[in-house]
């Protein structure tokens, strides 16, 4: 089973960046779709964005249309969350996931297949 290491998060300022990483343990992240999720105190968890590994297509949640971008670099198997113009309500825990399809990765939470522990997100000024 693949294991999936988030990294990147942190505090920042209204307004700043954040680039997240998701690196898997061993091999090529070998999947059909792979996607990011956060879950803020006493909040469901949120899909944030996704990609399909077949077509290249992606999924951005309303919310983060416009300011977030995923991406993925295949030979150091590894996913990006590029994360800008950040809001306070961006603040969650941000964890990456991979599973069949990005409608099977939105319709569990990510929690279907396999997923990370999850890096801290904080906008604060």
């Known amino acids: 089973q693949v294991q999936l290491v988030e990294s990147g998060g942190g505090l920042v300022q209204p307004g700043g960046s954040l680039r997240l990483s998701c690196a898997a343990s061993?091999?090529?992240?070998?999947?059909?779709?792979i996607g990011w999720f956060r879950q803020a105190p006493g909040k469901e968890p949120e899909g944030v964005s996704c990609?399909?590994?077949?077509?290249?297509?992606?999924y951005y949640a309303d919310s983060v249309k416009g300011r977030f971008t995923i991406s993925r670099d295949n030979l150091k198997n590894t996913v990006y969350l590029q994360m800008n113009s950040l809001k306070p309500e961006d603040t969650a825990i941000y964890y990456c996931?991979?599973?069949?399809?990005?409608?099977?990765?939105?319709?569990?939470?990510?929690?279907?297949?396999?997923w990370g522990q999850g890096t801290q997100v904080t906008v604060s000024s």
């Open positions: 996931a991979t599973d069949t399809s990005i409608t099977r990765l939105l319709d569990t939470s990510g929690l279907g297949g396999n």
């Open positions: 061993e091999g090529t992240l070998d999947y059909d779709a």
């Open positions: 990609i399909d590994n077949s077509d290249g297509s992606t």
